[in-house]
């Protein structure tokens, strides 16, 4: 058996719709990176799983490949979307305050935190 990887991030997600799989890479702390792909049991036994102890949901992270922002259309509205998923509606108040936060994080891990180079 191999040993334990304990992963501590999700990096990237895709479904393999023709083969009704989902593959997943996962970091551990050490920037080491696993891809594994399950199969359509195994994700409803894991969706069980976090049904039933919704504490285990908030303890990864995860990283989007991609993101993009716009505005409303109709409503004077910041949109911002990572990956495919819905959009996020933010008023120019709270728009500010997001770009404002993320500037600071940056500069607060570009700065104090070095972490292992992934390759």
Same mark, same amino acid.
């Given at each position: 058996?191999?040993?334990?990887?304990?992963?501590?991030?999700?990096?990237?997600? %895709?479904? /393999?719709?023709?083969?009704?799989?989902?593959?997943?890479?996962?970091?551990?702390?050490?920037? %080491?990176?696993?891809?594994?792909?399950?199969?359509?049991?195994?994700?409803?036994?894991?969706?069980?799983?976090?049904?039933?102890?919704?504490?285990?949901?908030? /303890?990864?992270?995860?990283?989007? /490949?991609?993101?993009?922002?716009? !505005?409303?259309? !109709?409503?004077?509205?910041?949109?911002?979307?990572?990956? /495919?998923?819905?959009?996020?509606?933010?008023?120019?108040?709270?728009?500010?305050?997001?770009? %404002?936060?993320?500037? %600071?994080?940056?500069?607060?891990?570009?700065?104090?935190?070095?972490?292992?180079?992934?390759?």
């Amino acid at each position: 058996m191999l040993e334990k990887f304990d992963a501590e991030i999700l990096t990237r997600s %895709e479904r /393999d719709r023709a083969n009704g799989r989902i593959e997943i890479s996962l970091c551990n702390v050490a920037g %080491e990176c696993r891809t594994i792909s399950l199969g359509r049991d195994v994700v409803s036994a894991l969706a069980a799983l976090l049904a039933e102890a919704p504490a285990y949901s908030s /303890d990864m992270t995860k990283i989007p /490949d991609n993101f993009s922002v716009g !505005h409303g259309r !109709h409503e004077p509205i910041v949109m911002v979307r990572f990956e /495919d998923e819905p959009a996020y509606g933010l008023t120019a108040e709270q728009a500010f305050g997001l770009g %404002e936060a993320l500037i %600071e994080q940056a500069e607060t891990i570009s700065m104090k935190v070095k972490y292992p180079v992934r390759q």
